[in-house]
Structure formats: structure tokens, C-alpha cells
């Protein structure tokens, strides 16, 4: 034990981020320099820990997890990683809850949930966050719509704008409404396409939009393909790096960010377009933070679940482009929203299956706000509240 207290404090705080947090536990009351090792804000070695299990299990957290928050030897800013990613129903009925500083319940608040959801807010960050907790658990586990009312969805329109609309959340159901939608735009003999934009620990972003080879560019819609493929992003490890013929833009104006746009110009074709370090006009989505399926957003995340490309550049969709109207709206995560388990294991759902089965039927409002936190890269020329073109 001397032998292993002499080494630097750096070291010592890397070994224990190996362990296990009940091991971890142990050790720090072992002695009085290990103790104050693991107190150790800056060292910190409870992190690894921590976080390991809160991503490598759904729920079933260690044992030790449940009372950490009485341990005054685990540093506080940690509890923001586990009440930003652990599961609604072990942070309402199964841990001891930390005492943290209004302004760390707010960063909680803003970590995990849609920025929108901000409205909910009556009286302290604390009690906001724990009553919005509760109703993302009780909605995601039964049909109950009385905290809101109506569902509200945001409509990509292939000339630039969006409008913002609203149903029922009675009767609301994404592929219905886009039905009716694509009738108004004579696209009903297409069939009807889902894609999974972006995960977050109790909601997830889909799109619904039509594919085709169109006949001309003017059905094309261009906010559409921008939102799924971010202008200059492209799938692969590889590729992540840098983008080709793209030009920056200005600054989104809906962003909080500030993200640059990286805009392709037609007109720049035959030309010689700079290569552009994709880190400067692109930053990795924190508030709110994205599950571990898309922990790179709005870059390609690997493992499978990321599907926004399907194929490369030209192949993309197998040539096909989205035209007409996207619907783009939010999906509460349930037990069953995910994927399905059979006898091969889990298999992850895809497209039209991302929203019918069982546990796919609980949604909730999409505001500006939170559109322009995940896609600040849009530029929309109208923002309409309601129907209508806005004049």
C-alpha cells in the first residue's frame, strides 16, 4: 500500500478510474491520501466509473449507484453526467437524490431536455426538472395526454419556409397526418419514408418525407436533405474530417450555437472550392446531449443506429431525392421504442418501424426552438406559426 500511495497523485487517479464504483468506494476510505485523491474535483476518478455504467447498462445500475449522493467523497459536478443519462424511472424511485446548486439543476435541465420544454418551468430548476422527469416516465409508459394537450410539429416546405402546427395528442399520430399532408401536395401514390434524425435520453427527433426521382429540381426539397445530411458531413470515420466543394455561410440566426452554415453553391461547380475543417463549422450537440447512438451529432456517429445515410453521395437512397413536404416531429422513448428483441438478439428499427408497434405511440411537442438546437444549419426563409404561407 506505501509503495502504491507514492506514486504521483495522476497516476494513482487513473488507476482507480478502473474500477468499479463500489470497489471505488472501498478505496477511498482506505486512507486518508487516498481519500482526498478521490475527493479531488480536478482528478476526479469517479467519472470513468460512473459513466461506464450508465452506458454500457439501461437501468441496471450498480448497487453502490443507488446512495452515492451521500458520499462526500464523490465530487458534485458528477451528478450532472448521471442526471443528464440515467433512466427516468432509477432517478425518480430508486436513488437518493443529490443536493446540488440551482445553477447545477439547470444545466441537468438543459442537458436532457428539449430546450422548449423550458415552458413548464413554474418555480425552482430542481422542481422543474424532477416534474418534467415524472411526466417523460408517465407518458412514455401509458397513453395519458393531459399535461399537453396538443401536439405540436414543425412542416419543412420545399420553398424554404416552415410552418409550425399542432394536433390533438388524443388522437395524434405522425403517418395520419402525413397522409393528409402528401394528399394537399398530390403525393399520396408515394409511399411514405421515416428516418430517426437524432436520439436524446427520453425523446428522439424523426422525419417523415417522401422519396423519388424527381422530374425536376423544383419538387426537390433542399431543407429536407440539409437537415438529414448536414452540408459538408459525410459518412465514415474518414471522412469526418473535412468536406469538399463547400463554402461557410453566415451564422444560423435561430441559433443560440452560433454554428456557421456550410452552404453548397451550384454555381462553384468547374471551380476549385477550399477544403474546410468541418470542427469549425460544426460543433458536437451538449444541450440538450445526445444519447450514446448519436454522440457525435450532427456528425456520423458509428454503431449502426446513426442511419441518415444510407449509401454514399450519389447512391444516397439509391438515387433518390426527398421532394415535397417533411414532417418532423418528437418521439417519447419507451420500453419498446427502440427495437424489438428476438431470437437472433435485438434487432434495432428502421423507417416505417420507427413509428408503428406497440410502444411507438406517445409523442410530444417540437417547438422552434428546439429545431433550431439540433439543425441550426437550416436557413428557413419563413417561420410560420399555423397553416398558411405567412403573408
Same mark, same amino acid.
Given at each position: 500500500? $506505501?509503495?502504491?500511495?507514492? #506514486?504521483?497523485?495522476?497516476?494513482?487517479?487513473?488507476?482507480?478510474?478502473?474500477?468499479?464504483?463500489?470497489?471505488?468506494?472501498?478505496? $477511498?476510505?482506505?486512507?486518508?491520501?487516498?481519500?482526498?485523491?478521490?475527493?479531488? $474535483?480536478?482528478? =476526479?476518478?469517479?467519472?470513468?466509473?460512473?459513466?461506464?455504467?450508465?452506458? *454500457? +447498462?439501461?437501468?441496471?445500475?450498480?448497487?453502490?449507484? !443507488?446512495?452515492?449522493? %451521500?458520499?462526500?467523497?464523490?465530487?458534485?459536478?458528477?451528478?450532472?453526467?448521471?442526471l443528464s443519462l440515467g433512466?427516468? &424511472?432509477?432517478?425518480?424511485?430508486?436513488?437518493?437524490?443529490?443536493?446540488?446548486?440551482?445553477?447545477?439543476?439547470?444545466?441537468?435541465?438543459?442537458?436532457?431536455?428539449?430546450?422548449?420544454? *423550458? !415552458?413548464?418551468?413554474?418555480?425552482?430548476? @430542481?422542481?422543474?426538472?424532477? @416534474?418534467?422527469?415524472?411526466?417523460?416516465?408517465?407518458?412514455?409508459?401509458?397513453?395519458?395526454?393531459?399535461?399537453?394537450?396538443?401536439? @405540436?410539429?414543425?412542416?419543412?416546405?420545399?420553398?424554404?419556409?416552415?410552418?409550425?402546427? &399542432?394536433?390533438?395528442?388524443?388522437?395524434?399520430?405522425?403517418?395520419?397526418?402525413?397522409?393528409?399532408? @402528401?394528399?394537399?401536395?398530390?403525393?399520396?401514390?408515394?409511399?411514405?419514408?421515416?428516418?430517426?434524425?437524432?436520439?436524446?435520453?427520453?425523446?428522439? %427527433?424523426?422525419?417523415?418525407?417522401?422519396?423519388?426521382?424527381?422530374? $425536376?429540381?423544383?419538387?426537390?426539397?433542399?431543407?429536407?436533405?440539409? #437537415? #438529414?445530411?448536414?452540408?459538408?458531413? *459525410?459518412?465514415?470515420?474518414? &471522412?469526418?474530417?473535412?468536406?469538399?466543394?463547400?463554402?461557410?455561410?453566415?451564422?444560423?440566426?435561430?441559433?443560440?450555437?452560433?454554428?456557421?452554415?456550410?452552404?453548397?453553391d451550384p454555381s462553384l461547380?468547374?471551380?476549385?472550392?477550399?477544403?474546410?475543417?468541418?470542427?469549425?463549422?460544426?460543433?458536437?450537440? +451538449?444541450?440538450?446531449?445526445?444519447?450514446?447512438?448519436?454522440? =457525435?451529432?450532427?456528425? /456520423?456517429?458509428?454503431?449502426?443506429?446513426? !442511419?441518415?445515410?444510407?449509401?454514399?453521395?450519389?447512391?444516397?437512397?439509391?438515387?433518390?431525392?426527398?421532394?415535397?413536404?417533411?414532417?418532423?416531429?418528437?418521439?417519447? %422513448?419507451?420500453?419498446? *421504442? !427502440? /427495437?424489438?428483441?428476438?431470437?437472433?438478439?435485438?434487432?434495432?428499427?428502421?423507417?416505417?418501424?420507427?413509428?408503428?408497434?406497440?410502444?411507438?405511440?406517445? /409523442?410530444?411537442?417540437? +417547438?422552434?426552438?428546439?429545431?433550431?438546437?439540433?439543425?441550426?444549419?437550416?436557413?428557413?426563409?419563413?417561420?410560420?406559426?399555423?397553416?398558411?404561407?405567412?403573408?
Amino acid at each position: 500500500m $506505501s509503495a502504491f500511495e507514492s #506514486l504521483p497523485v495522476e497516476l494513482i487517479a487513473d488507476i482507480l478510474g478502473e474500477l468499479d464504483v463500489a470497489s471505488l468506494t472501498i478505496v $477511498s476510505s482506505l486512507s486518508r491520501r487516498l481519500r482526498a485523491i478521490a475527493s479531488d $474535483s480536478s482528478l =476526479n476518478p469517479w467519472r470513468r466509473p460512473i459513466l461506464r455504467t450508465l452506458r *454500457t +447498462t439501461n437501468g441496471d445500475y450498480e448497487p453502490a449507484m !443507488k446512495h452515492l449522493s %451521500i458520499r462526500q467523497t464523490v465530487p458534485r459536478h458528477n451528478w450532472i453526467e448521471i442526471l443528464s443519462l440515467g433512466t427516468a &424511472e432509477y432517478l425518480l424511485f430508486e436513488m437518493t437524490p443529490p443536493n446540488l446548486a440551482e445553477a447545477e439543476w439547470e444545466e441537468c435541465f438543459r442537458r436532457r431536455f428539449l430546450p422548449g420544454w *423550458t !415552458k413548464w418551468k413554474g418555480g425552482s430548476w @430542481k422542481a422543474a426538472y424532477l @416534474k418534467i422527469l415524472h411526466r417523460v416516465w408517465h407518458r412514455s409508459h401509458s397513453s395519458c395526454t393531459a399535461d399537453e394537450s396538443w401536439t @405540436k410539429y414543425i412542416l419543412l416546405n420545399r420553398n424554404g419556409s416552415a410552418n409550425l402546427l &399542432e394536433g390533438s395528442s388524443r388522437s395524434y399520430n405522425p403517418l395520419t397526418t402525413f397522409h393528409e399532408i @402528401k394528399l394537399q401536395h398530390n403525393l399520396a401514390h408515394l409511399p411514405t419514408h421515416v428516418r430517426l434524425v437524432v436520439e436524446f435520453r427520453d425523446v428522439r %427527433i424523426i422525419a417523415l418525407g417522401v422519396l423519388s426521382k424527381p422530374r $425536376s429540381s423544383f419538387s426537390v426539397n433542399q431543407n429536407a436533405r440539409q #437537415l #438529414l445530411h448536414p452540408p459538408g458531413v *459525410t459518412k465514415g470515420a474518414d &471522412e469526418v474530417a473535412h468536406a469538399s466543394p463547400a463554402a461557410v455561410g453566415n451564422v444560423s440566426e435561430g441559433s443560440e450555437e452560433g454554428f456557421p452554415v456550410v452552404a453548397l453553391d451550384p454555381s462553384l461547380s468547374g471551380r476549385t472550392a477550399p477544403v474546410i475543417n468541418l470542427n469549425d463549422a460544426y460543433r458536437p450537440l +451538449t444541450h440538450p446531449l445526445p444519447s450514446l447512438c448519436h454522440a =457525435n451529432y450532427p456528425f /456520423y456517429t458509428p454503431g449502426g443506429e446513426d !442511419k441518415r445515410w444510407l449509401g454514399n453521395e450519389d447512391l444516397e437512397e439509391n438515387g433518390r431525392q426527398w421532394v415535397g413536404p417533411m414532417m418532423i416531429t418528437a418521439q417519447l %422513448i419507451g420500453p419498446q *421504442t !427502440k /427495437y424489438f428483441e428476438d431470437e437472433e438478439g435485438r434487432t434495432f428499427l428502421q423507417d416505417m418501424d420507427l413509428v408503428v408497434g406497440p410502444g411507438r405511440s406517445q /409523442y410530444a411537442s417540437l +417547438t422552434w426552438e428546439d429545431f433550431n438546437a439540433i439543425a441550426p444549419w437550416v436557413e428557413l426563409t419563413n417561420m410560420i406559426n399555423g397553416p398558411g404561407l405567412g403573408h
